[in-house]
């Protein structure tokens, strides 16, 4: 679909209400490949993937941006001329879905986010974690900025997997996953030279939207401040953290996910 001059690539399935879900770093539309079904049977499930991202075969040099991302999303909804959707967002995609429910709640029914990537300092102000996991997230980008500039892909794709879910989850992954990541990596480079705008407490509570906050019971310890954070701000917000399940919790407990998401979509 032709969004802000940019051919935006989704697959769909399913009818009725909109579901449009939002991938997060080095993923694409596949990344919700377990949800297309399930929420298709009840819905239209809409898996988008981000500006540069696959299928485009990006290679790394341009303008890439979370604000450009932001109004991507918007555009891509007002041009389905379907109506208010539910509004899925994953770890960056949560980052870019939450910008999207502050600027422009009137598309939206819901909003789901997942884990999302979301500055933590000015959600935690004060708190050392703020900065801890900040500087986390930038030796991380700067660490596969190098290692996809010297061409050592495999190493960045292992790299990055094992630096968000833990370390073994690379070699555990299904090959379709890693792919995925293998397809993806060069949006580090753009992740490097990309600021994203932080949210804080009170532009937090100026969502009246209902919102579902998913995280996972195993993730990594820099996500659960920031869902605790959104829970306390966001008027009605509801938390979910799913045992044993880490930060990719959409493929690897797909069924309680998906029961979640369908729970919170029936009522409302």
């Known amino acids: 679909m032709p969004v802000n001059g940019y051919p935006m690539a989704y697959v769909e399935e399913g009818a009725g209400v909109p579901v449009v879900l939002v991938h997060g770093t080095n993923g694409d539309y596949r990344s919700w490949t377990h949800q297309m079904e399930p929420l298709g049977a009840k819905y239209r499930a809409i898996s988008v993937s981000l500006r540069h991202y696959y299928p485009e075969p990006w290679d790394g040099t341009g303008e890439f941006s979370a604000r450009q991302h932001v109004a991507d999303v918007i555009a891509f909804i ?3 001329k379907a109506g208010r959707v539910f509004l899925i967002g994953h770890s ?11 600027r422009r709640p009137d598309v939206l029914r819901g909003l789901v986010l ?7 300092a000015a959600l935690l102000p004060g708190s050392p974690d703020g900065e801890r996991f900040a500087t986390v997230r930038s030796e991380r980008t700067r660490r596969l900025t190098e290692m996809v500039n010297a061409g050592k892909i495999d190493e960045a ?9 833990g370390p073994g989850t690379y070699k555990a992954r299904s090959d379709a996953a890693n792919q995925m990541t293998r397809d993806n990596i060069r949006t ?7 600021t994203r705008d932080p949210v804080t407490r009170e532009q937090a509570a100026t969502l009246k939207l209902p919102c579902l906050l998913i995280g996972g019971g195993k993730s990594p310890p820099r996500f659960a401040p920031v869902l605790g954070a959104l829970e306390s701000a966001i008027p009605g917000a509801q938390l979910i953290v799913i045992p044993d399940a880490g930060h990719t919790m959409y493929r690897t407990h797909a069924a309680v996910f998906n029961d979640a998401l369908l729970a919170f979509m029936a009522a409302h």
């Open 92 to 102: 960056r995609g949560g980052h870019v879905s939450m910008h999207v429910a502050l």
């Open 188 to 194: 580090a480079l753009g992740e490097a030279r990309d």
């Open 157 to 165: 794709v292992e790299h990055f997997v094992d630096a968000i879910s």
């Open 78 to 80: 007002e041009t389905l």
């Open 114 to 120: 997942v884990e999302p990537g979301l500055p933590p």
